[in-house]
């Protein structure tokens, strides 16, 4: 076996197909009692999904490649058009604005609910030819200079020349390695829900850095309707939890009542949220050990980016793993070195921008407050940086 991938969520799924297509025999380790069965039905009458992602054009390439973009409902695909960004001036306040046009491409990410995007994870998955799932609880991992073994409470055990740790932010694979983590909560919730709008949003992502309310995204679905992200002071976030999904629809009006129009909720039973934290994990291999996604690093969701980075982080490694020599097996020291390499500067950036931005805003005092908004308005007229943002924003690679 060449890797065995430890996890269960979309970034394990991908690698699985990724690394398979490249030509590897892959082993997918998940936990007991899951499947890769498709489990929600994404028909067009079908609930929307609470929990959506905005995809970058690195993920859009990666998927497309492995025919998992053209195997998702893209009727339930919303393309951003462009980004609206406001910030908490009282007067003369913080602007930013992106779009498509000025970017010179077609979109700027794609809004994707979790079930659409797992089942067409899950059903690409059932055809990958170099693909053996294997359900099981890990107990421990061996590591020798050739191989690594994942032990399994079943008595059995895989063998691979290279174990991914695709598990999350609480990996099992990272735990094992005794890979060292600097964490910390950023003391908020992302609340999150789907509402229907009176107006159209005309395919605006919009954000609000609110100051003390925390950060406001709505992002565009199909049709009239809109996904919230909420990063909520733990406070308020339990205030907002307590309430019901019209409550949160009314308060939601004074940010985008003029833009919007009124808000209803789709599902008013399905508000869900979702602690928020900075990972830091001190490496990102051991010997004969990689991690990707969440399991490599954890950031803010304010730029809707983590799974893109996972994303990116297959792509290195495919790319790494396809340039080795021919002495050099996925495994190899050298190989992993390149990886972490690799990835070094666009984990560092998007941890350095969102924890950055995250904090900047959690402050209330008034000069700080001036000053962010009057950063906001000078960078909107920066072309040159706001190209660079963009592009980097995007995935795009050159
Ligand atoms: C509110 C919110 C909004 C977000 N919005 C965006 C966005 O717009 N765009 C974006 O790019 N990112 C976004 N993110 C980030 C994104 O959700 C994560 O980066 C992404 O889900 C991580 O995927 P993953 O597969 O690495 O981890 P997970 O989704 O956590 O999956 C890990 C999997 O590993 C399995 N597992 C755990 N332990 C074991 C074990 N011992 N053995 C086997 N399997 C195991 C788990 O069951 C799970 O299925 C958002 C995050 C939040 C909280």
Redesign the pocket.
Known sequence: MDMCI???????KTAALAFAQAGLQVSM???PG?SVAPRVSTSPSAQWDAR?????HT?FHLLSSLKVWGALDLARVAPVDAMAIKGDADKHGGELGFDAFSANVEALAWIVEDANLNQALDAALKFAPNVTLVQG??TSLVVSESLAAVQLESGESIAASLVLG???????VRAQCEIGLDYRSYGQR?V?SNFECEHQHHGVARQWFTGAQGIIAL?PLPGKQVSL?WSAPEPLATELLRENASQLAARLSHWCGTELGALHPLQPELVRS?P?SLMKPHSMTAPRVAL????AH?VH?LA???????FGDIVDLLRVIDERESQRDCGDERVLARYARARKEDVLLMQFVTDGLARLFATNLEPLRILRNLGMNLFDKLPVLKQRLIAHALGKRN
């Open positions: 430890v996890g269960n969520g979309a970034i394990a380790l998940t936990p899951t959506v992602y905005a995809l970058n993920a609880r890990a695709a598990d999350g932010a609480q990996s099992w992302a999150v992002l992200v979702f928020l990707v996604g969440d399991a954890v969701p809707g980016h983590g799974m893109n980075l996972g």
